[in-house]
């Protein structure tokens, strides 16, 4: 049942609260094919803030700014995610000693 949502409904004829748990299938409602900042942290359990801050430092894969907003792809984000490497390296300056 990995790839159906649940879906609640109401059975008693009586007029009793009850619920039945029944699959219905992802067909019902598509999937976008990106994530806005809002639902991507929801997606990784983190605040909106934290997005912001590893967007401004280009940190998220498949993150495109599409007119003045960002988008995530999604197919970049899940395949990061399912190989643990969700967040890039963030990009360092290197300082070379020269007293060494």
Not at 28 to 34: F, G, I, L, R
Not at 51 to 67: A, D, H
């Amino acid at each position: 049942m990995s790839e159906e949502l649940l879906k609640c409904e109401n059975v008693r004829p009586e007029g009793r609260a009850g619920c039945i748990v029944s699959p219905v299938s992802n067909s019902a409602q598509p999937e976008k094919p990106v994530y806005s900042p809002r639902e991507l942290a929801q997606r990784c359990g983190v605040s909106l803030k934290a997005i912001t801050n590893w967007t401004q430092s280009r940190r998220i894969p498949g993150q495109v700014k599409i007119g003045h907003a960002w988008r995530y792809d999604r197919q970049a984000v899940e395949r990061a995610m399912r190989s643990g490497n969700f967040l890039m390296p963030s990009p360092r300056k290197v300082c070379s000693n020269s007293n060494a």
